[in-house]
């Protein structure tokens, strides 16, 4: 452990992002955006990195990180270990850090940082990445919207969300202001109120190993939900 360095030298000194990044006004590492048509969304389908497996075709795998924290922290402590195998992939999402209202602001971001800075270091390493956005209350949209480029393919999941559902929808919109995002590829259900256009995949699909495993009424296609006046 060095001693005497602020948070900020930590990330910039310590761990600078590996092949270097652009920041934004928050200090946060820049995810390149992914034009879209770098993937066949029509053909995607979607697991767990835990899932992931060299043994199978995962040109048209979408590898998710929605996980506890402490099953993501081996990426973070070991960034390059699974590059190779991410490489293989259609796309990789960055991971989801946790992002709770209970939690202090300065946790949050320190979580949203190792997000950002495991993309782009995938990104620089040859990888497809999306960029994983999740919220909580209004005080932290600043920072979680932070580090993605207007117009970029994004992730999200509604898992445990129902119950919070204005809440999640008031993020939602200010993601959907804030990102613009070209495409919005959802796990878990839709939630009523959502708009856009979006590729939706449930919580059981990310346990096929690959498309043929999926159920067919559950594959997945691109749709528009138009706003509602």
């Not at 040859?126 to 932070?146: E, H, I, K, Q």
Request: hydrophobic share 40%; charged share 20%; net charge negative.
């Amino acid at each position: 452990m060095i001693k005497g360095l602020s948070e900020y030298e930590k990330y910039r000194v310590v761990r600078p992002v590996i092949g270097g990044c652009d920041l934004d006004d928050q200090d946060m590492p820049i995810i390149r955006k992914t034009p879209e048509d770098a993937i066949d969304w029509e053909a995607l389908d979607i697991t767990g990195f835990k899932n992931l497996s060299k043994k199978h075709d995962n040109s048209n795998t979408l590898i998710h990180m929605f996980s506890f924290d402490k099953d993501l922290m081996p990426l973070w402590n070991h960034p390059l270990k699974r590059v190779a195998l991410f490489q293989t992939c259609a796309a990789v999402a960055t991971p989801d850090f946790s992002a709770y209202a209970s939690m202090n602001l300065n946790e949050i971001r320190h979580n949203v940082y190792k997000a950002r800075w495991l993309g782009c270091t995938w990104q620089n390493y040859g990888c497809t990445v999306l960029p994983t956005v999740g919220w909580a209350d209004p005080r932290t949209y600043d920072v979680c919207f932070s580090g993605i480029e207007q117009g970029s393919p994004v992730v999200i999941s509604t898992l445990g969300c129902k119950g919070n559902a204005e809440d999640f929808l008031a993020g939602f919109n200010e993601m959907k202001r804030r990102l613009a995002p070209s495409i919005i590829v959802v796990y878990g259900d839709m939630i009523k109120g959502m708009s856009g256009r979006f590729i939706r995949f449930s919580y059981q699909d990310s346990f096929a190993t690959n498309a043929s495993q999926l159920h067919m009424d559950c594959v997945p296609k691109v749709f528009v939900v138009e706003e509602v006046a």
